[in-house]
């Protein structure tokens, strides 16, 4: 199974930026997709989650301002932020619980990131 992650870049203070992620190779079903964030040297922290029936959670920091979506047909992850801040920059990572064809649990896989950079 491979993430594919994507939408990442350099946007001022109060923008927007879509981010994406598609998982791809033998994928039975995916429960839980999510976004997390790593600043180098740093700890992943949680940015937020969604399961395959609809349910988000999110971090605090980002409440109000990000919005994670997904298409199960294309087994996509999307992350729309939206009033873009400074202390927003990081690396950010895709991450997708899947059920492989002949497996009866999940295995967590990660994408490679995207780079996020917001200037003030």
């Known amino acids: 199974v491979q993430l594919q992650a994507s939408g990442g870049g350099l946007v001022q203070t109060g923008g927007s930026l879509r981010l994406s992620c598609a998982a791809s190779?033998?994928?039975?079903?995916?429960?839980?997709m999510g976004w997390y964030r790593q600043a180098p040297g740093g700890q992943r922290r949680l940015v937020a989650y969604?399961?395959?029936?609809?349910?988000?959670n999110y971090a605090d920091s980002v409440k109000g301002r990000f919005t994670i979506s997904r298409d199960n047909a294309k087994n996509t992850v999307y992350l729309q932020m939206d009033n873009l801040q400074p202390e927003d920059t990081d690396n950010y990572l895709c991450?997708?619980?899947?059920?492989?064809?002949?497996?009866?649990?999940?295995?967590?896989?990660w994408g490679q990131g995207t780079l996020v950079t917001v200037s003030s």
């Open positions: 969604i399961r395959s029936g609809g349910m988000t």
């Open positions: 991450t997708a619980d899947v059920i492989s064809t002949g497996d009866s649990k999940a295995s967590r896989y």
């Open positions: 190779g033998n994928i039975f079903s995916i429960n839980v």
